[in-house]
C-alpha cells in the first residue's frame, strides 16, 4: 500500500509539473491588445514611435481580411494588401506570444517598398485566429503551407511567393521550406529564427536559474499531454539540410533572446542557395527598424534572380 501511495505521488508529481510547463510555455490565453501594439521592452522603446507609424499606415491602406480552416479545424485569420495585381505575394508569420499587426506592420511597408503585395497572418492561438497552443512552427508550419494554398487557390494561381517570419515565425517558414511545395514558393525570409524548440527553451529555463536538463522532458510531455503535439517532431536545424528553396536569414548581433549563432548554424544547415545578413546594434526582432534601408536592398537583390526565373518559365 505505501508503494502505492509512493506511485501515485510520483504520477501526480510528474503531471503537475507537465502541466504548469504547458501553462507557462505553450499555452495562449485570449488578451486584449492595446490600441496601437508594440512589443515590450527597454529595447524595443526606441523604436515605438516608427512601429506605431507603420500600424497607423497599414490600417489606412486598402486591405482584406482573409480567412482558412486550419487542418485540425481552428478558424485562421490574416489580411492581404495588394499594392499590383501580378506582383509577388510575401506571405509573412510572427513571433511568439505577438501578432500579426504588432510584429508585422513594418513588413507591410516593407512590401511597398519591394513592389510586392502581402498577406499578414496571425497564427493560431494570436490575434484574431482560434486556438489556445502555441507550437513553435510544429503546426504553425502546416497552417503555411494551408496559407500558400489559399493564395494559389483565391488570390493568384500564378503568384510568385516570398515565406517570410520573424523569430517563432521565422522557425516557421524554414520547417514549411522542407516541406512538399507548390511551384509558386519562390524563397524564405528567416528573421531571427531559432534552431529549434528545445534550446531555445533550455536557453530560457537556464536564464531563470532552472535545471534545463531536469525539466525538459516535463516540458515536452506537458506539450504532449495537454497539447497534442510533440515539440521534438520537427525543427529548423533539422529541416535545412531537406530546404527547397532559397533563403535568406537576418540576424541581429546583440540579439539577447535568440542567439546569433542560432541563425548561423540554421544558414550552416541550409541545403539550398543561402545568404546571410548580420545587422550590427540590432536586438531580437529589430533588424528591419534598425536599418531598414539595408533589409529591403538585401532582400530585392538577392531574390531577383528567382523571381525573374519564375517569371520566364510562366
Not at 508550419?141 to 517563432?168: C, F, H, T
Not at 525539466?215 to 515539440?231: E, H, I, T, W
Request: with cysteine.
Amino acid at each position: 500500500m505505501i508503494l502505492l501511495y509512493i506511485l501515485l505521488a510520483i504520477v501526480f508529481v510528474v503531471l503537475a509539473t507537465s502541466l504548469v510547463c504547458f501553462f507557462k510555455i505553450f499555452y495562449s490565453p485570449r488578451k486584449k491588445w492595446p490600441e496601437y501594439p508594440v512589443p515590450a521592452g527597454e529595447i524595443y522603446q526606441p523604436h515605438h514611435e516608427q512601429m506605431i507609424k507603420w500600424i497607423k499606415e497599414a490600417r489606412e491602406l486598402p486591405h482584406t481580411e482573409v480567412r482558412i480552416k486550419s487542418h485540425d479545424g481552428l478558424t485562421l485569420v490574416g489580411t492581404y494588401y495588394e499594392f499590383q495585381k501580378g506582383a509577388p505575394i510575401d506571405v509573412l508569420f510572427h513571433g511568439y506570444h505577438g501578432c500579426a499587426e504588432q510584429d508585422l506592420s513594418g513588413g507591410v511597408y516593407r512590401c511597398q517598398r519591394l513592389g510586392h503585395n502581402v498577406l499578414i497572418v496571425d497564427h493560431r492561438g494570436a490575434g484574431k485566429s482560434e486556438g489556445h497552443v502555441v507550437t513553435f512552427g510544429i503546426n504553425e508550419s502546416r497552417d503555411a503551407l494551408a496559407w500558400v494554398q489559399y493564395v494559389v487557390e483565391n488570390i493568384d494561381p500564378n503568384a510568385k511567393i516570398l515565406l517570410g517570419g520573424i523569430s517563432m515565425g521565422a522557425a516557421t517558414v524554414m520547417m514549411a521550406s522542407a516541406m512538399e511545395l507548390p511551384k509558386n514558393v519562390v524563397g524564405t525570409v528567416a528573421d531571427c529564427g531559432y534552431t529549434s524548440a528545445k534550446e531555445i527553451i533550455k536557453k530560457v529555463i537556464r536564464e531563470m536559474h532552472l535545471p534545463a536538463d531536469l525539466l525538459y522532458p516535463f516540458v515536452r510531455l506537458g506539450a504532449r499531454l495537454f497539447g497534442r503535439f510533440d515539440p521534438d517532431e520537427n525543427s529548423p536545424i533539422v529541416s535545412m539540410p531537406n530546404c527547397r528553396v532559397p533563403v535568406i536569414f537576418f540576424h541581429g548581433d546583440t540579439d539577447a533572446f535568440v542567439p546569433q549563432s542560432m541563425s548561423e548554424e540554421n544558414f550552416a544547415a541550409c541545403a539550398a542557395p543561402k545568404h546571410l545578413v548580420i545587422t550590427p546594434g540590432a536586438g531580437h526582432g529589430l533588424c528591419f527598424p534598425v536599418d531598414v534601408d539595408t533589409y529591403v536592398k538585401e532582400i530585392e537583390e538577392f531574390f531577383e534572380p528567382y523571381l525573374e526565373e519564375k517569371t520566364n518559365q510562366s
